[in-house]
């Protein structure tokens, strides 16, 4: 990512047609999948048949008309340095990560720290699907379906003290089963953050899931952050700790490149990266830009956070 200037996409990464699950269609797959809680468009036929399907109790659709990033483009073009830089790769190299069992640590400026195992957490809340837009900084664009839960509801529970300000989130680090994390790419183990006021917004969730089931290794099984109106890399992957602190939190890009990548992240096509414009952007499976969209398309939910703040300087 920090060498890349709006990647050029090539031919095997545009979707054949024949797989292409139009809009129409999944409306369609999701009024019937309400009644029987998966995706029944989306099984069996299709690659990914082992998936475990997820129990969605509840749908809300945040992308308007747009139409799906087919499952194929998601589970095949990767940002997940623990394996590889190459977004083809990440996939096949991915496949054998261990999810379960796996813990979630809870921590910090909280009342009630807690040890969490996976499948315990995903109980605790009804889990709903959100289509959102998500943004790279690359210059690349997908809509995808999640299925996941309001951070919010998490955090209620843990009940953070008066001088938590932050949340910081950090991947697993596990040089044996992330090959990626024996060079120097970034720092590791990978490490994100949110403002406490954004990890609360209800447009934050943590995904468990996408297009029905459970998430796949390269997406960042069995736990990752979707904060839709932020560059995708604020979406930190397979997620082992949520730490809450009174200091923002240095996260991985930030120690990588200070003057490229900053805490915020929002996405603004006003204010470029250093090296790129941000004004447009290519959906995944269209070959025209399309223009970026202010906060990502979520500005009237989310505009109100930044009131007063300079976006220049807070990038
Ligand atoms: N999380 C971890 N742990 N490691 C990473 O390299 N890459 C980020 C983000 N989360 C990354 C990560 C970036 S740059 C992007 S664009 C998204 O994941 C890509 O998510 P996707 O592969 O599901 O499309």
Sequence with gaps: MSTEKDPEINDTEITPKEVYLNRREFMAASASAAAAAAFPALSGAESHSSAIPLKIEKRADYAGKEELTTYKSAVGYNNFYEFSTNKEDIAALSKDLRTRPWSVSIEGLIKKPRRYDIDDLIKLFPLEERIYRMRCVEGWSMVIPWVGFPLDGLIRLCEPESKAKFVEFTTLHDQSQMPGQ????????????????????PLTILSVGMYGERLPNQNGAPLRLVVPWKYGFKYIKSIVKIRFTEQMPVTSWMKAGPLEYGFYANVNPEVDHPRWSQAKERRIGEFIRRKTL?????????APLYAGMDLRKNF
């Design 182 to 201: 024996r060079r120097d790419v970034l720092q590791w183990p990978y490490v994100e953050g949110l403002r406490l006021d954004e990890a609360v917004h």
């Design 294 to 302: 202010m906060f990502n398309g979520y500005a009237e939910q989310v």
